[in-house]
């Protein structure tokens, strides 16, 4: 069983910047591919970033040239680094975990609001 847990939401002016993390339980994190997804009212959940155990990154087309996620392996902790933010990024942002035998988990969720 994994566990994580999201931290770094709140309510930030349009332009602004948050920098969500995400601390996951588990000896062998740094073989985990984690992600980012989020989830607007009435809409579907939707990938926003993910980072392979290698560093490899990924990002919704959205996201890319204004968010970073990174990990840190020592801390068990994946981040993302959320710049130049739109009201359209308003959402619940979910941290998700693959492991190796490719069970996938879910943090809680932490609210995002970003106003005009």
């Known amino acids: 069983q994994v566990q994580l847990v999201e931290s770094g939401g709140g309510l930030v002016q349009a332009g602004g910047s948050l920098r969500l993390s995400c601390g996951a339980s588990?000896?062998?994190?740094?073989?985990?591919?984690m992600g980012w997804y989020r989830q607007a009212p009435g809409k579907q959940r939707e990938l926003v970033a993910a980072i392979t155990s290698i560093g490899g990154a990924n990002y919704a087309d959205s996201a890319k040239g204004r968010f970073t996620i990174s990990r840190d392996n020592a801390k068990s902790t994946v981040y993302l680094q959320m710049n130049s933010l739109k009201p359209e990024d308003t959402a619940v942002y979910y941290c998700?975990?693959?492991?190796?035998?490719?069970?996938?988990?879910w943090g809680q969720g932490t609210q995002v609001t970003v106003s005009s």
């Open positions: 998700n975990a693959v492991t190796p035998f490719q069970t996938a988990y």
């Open positions: 588990g000896s062998i994190f740094r073989l985990y591919t």
